[in-house]
Antibody, heavy 119, light 107 residues
């Protein structure tokens, strides 16, 4: 059974940093690209970032470009999101999601971790 | 960036109704369109990919259509568990933007 479990959420200060983790199981992690998607309280889904299976290629939403860094450790079956220069607007539930092997759709999602940016 | 516009934003319907949700892309995206369902308090769930392909395990009540840059999600006969928010997402180019969502409520 595919499982994705996010962790690392909590309260961060404006201008501060947080690092999110996503631990994967139930599939061959290093065969698949992985994504982060966020959802601000009461709002819709916002795509944040994607990283290729080998970690060589990544893309970001304009809203986080230059502040967030996606990475992965295939030996640990783990995905990460380093969040720097936090803004109050980054307050959201952050989901990690697995990309399907034959397309760009996201076939499995974690339950999410809440990040609150507040002074 | 490719903007995705969903309509309607809210939809009120009854069990057994047939409903259609539309998503329009600002430019050509081929069939690079996915539909997700999100129930209250849960993570999103994949329904339809490649505009028309039903994800494994998803009820055949759900179907997808495409005509140019207009995409549709049809639920043929609403069941109580279908009342949720639905999102489209394009995967033609990054950023992989979502539509703003359609909240389907019980009438």
């Amino acid at each position: 059974e595919v499982q994705l479990v996010e962790s690392g959420g909590g309260v961060g200060q404006p201008g501060g940093s947080l690092r999110l983790s996503c631990t994967a199981s139930g599939f061959t992690f290093d065969d698949y690209s992985m994504h982060w998607v966020r959802q601000r309280p009461g709002k819709g889904l916002e795509w944040v970032s994607v990283i290729s299976w080998d970690g060589d290629i990544s893309y970001y939403a304009d809203s986080v470009q230059g502040r967030f860094t996606i990475s992965r450790d295939n030996t640990e079956n783990s995905l990460y999101l380093q969040m720097n220069s936090l803004k109050t607007d980054d307050t959201a539930v952050y989901y990690c999601a697995k990309q399907d092997g034959f397309g760009f759709h996201l076939d499995y999602w974690g339950r999410g971790t809440l990040v609150t940016v507040s002074s | 960036d490719i903007q995705m516009t969903q309509s309607p934003s809210y939809l009120s319907a009854s069990v057994g109704d047939r409903v259609t949700i539309t998503c329009r892309a600002a430019q050509t995206i081929g069939r690079d369109l996915t539909w997700y369902q999100q129930r209250q308090g849960e993570a999103p769930r994949l329904l339809i990919y490649g505009a028309t392909s039903l994800h494994s395990g998803v009820s055949s009540r759900f179907s997808g259509g495409v005509s140019g840059t207009e995409f549709t999600l049809i639920i043929s006969s609403l069941q109580p568990e279908d009342f949720a928010t639905y999102y489209c997402q394009q995967s033609h180019n990054t950023p992989y933007n979502f539509g703003q969502g359609t909240k389907l409520e019980i009438k």
